[in-house]
């Protein structure tokens, strides 16, 4: 005689959770949590350009430092030279490990009198706006706040001004540009004056910001 087994149930219907992909991605979505939701934002949509970035050799008619200070004096300035190339060095390195790892690059730019110099930071990855903090310059009795944010185009500037009492007009050789920035989605460049001299200008500086924009993008 031959033993009869009743048939098998069938298999119950597979919840579409159970899909590798879907599977994967609640894995994604607890990574996040854990690691913090940038880090979804930043895989889901692709994350930080690893696009290397060359700062151009002159920029708001500045040479590069390094050569500038050696065509003045090559030997007098061996040390400032090495110590402008780690700075920059370092300063680049530091904004990449802070976007991600995205591409970037930190240049610093001289006058042939050695009296104008700023910085050039740029990085393959978009950055929040500039702010300036809320000052009361009525309660304050100030003419202008100390730090001051001023659009040009598509650049932004915070600006110091000089301690001025109300009624009175800011002195603008006693203000100068702290920095300027441009960001768009997979691009920042921002100028860091390094002197006051020549920098006190926004719109001046904006317009280097944008001239370093289109040889960067």
């Known amino acids: 005689m031959t033993a009869e087994f009743p048939a098998a149930p069938p298999p119950p219907p597979r919840s579409p959770f159970a899909h590798p992909v879907f599977a994967g ?4 979505i607890v990574g996040a949590v854990l690691v913090g939701v940038p880090w ?3 895989s889901l949509l692709g994350g930080p350009s690893g696009r290397a970035l060359t700062a151009p050799p002159s920029l708001g008619g ?3 430092a390094q050569e500038t200070i050696a065509k003045f004096d090559a030997e007098k300035g061996k040390d400032l030279i090495a110590r402008i190339e780690k700075t920059d060095r370092e300063t680049a390195s530091r904004v990449s490990a802070a976007y991600g790892g995205a591409g970037a690059v930190a240049q610093q730019y001289q006058d042939d009198r050695l009296e104008r110099a700023f910085q050039l930071i740029a990085v393959s990855a978009a950055s929040p706006e500039l702010v300036a903090p809320y000052e009361d310059t009525e ?3 100030l003419a202008a706040p100390s730090t001051e944010l001023v659009r040009v185009g598509e ?3 915070l600006v110091h001004n000089d301690t001025t009492v109300a009624g009175s007009t800011p002195d603008p050789e006693r203000s100068f540009v702290t920095s300027c920035q441009r960001s768009g989605p997979d691009l920042t460049v921002t100028l860091r004056p390094v ?3 020549g920098n006190r200008d926004p719109r001046e500086l904006a317009g280097i910001v944008e001239e370093a924009w289109k040889g960067l993008s």
């Open 139 to 141: 309660a304050l009795g």
């Open 155 to 157: 650049v932004q500037c």
């Open 62 to 64: 500045l040479g590069r």
């Open 195 to 197: 002197s006051a001299e």
């Open 25 to 28: 991605l609640i894995g994604v």
């Open 40 to 42: 979804l934002v930043l």
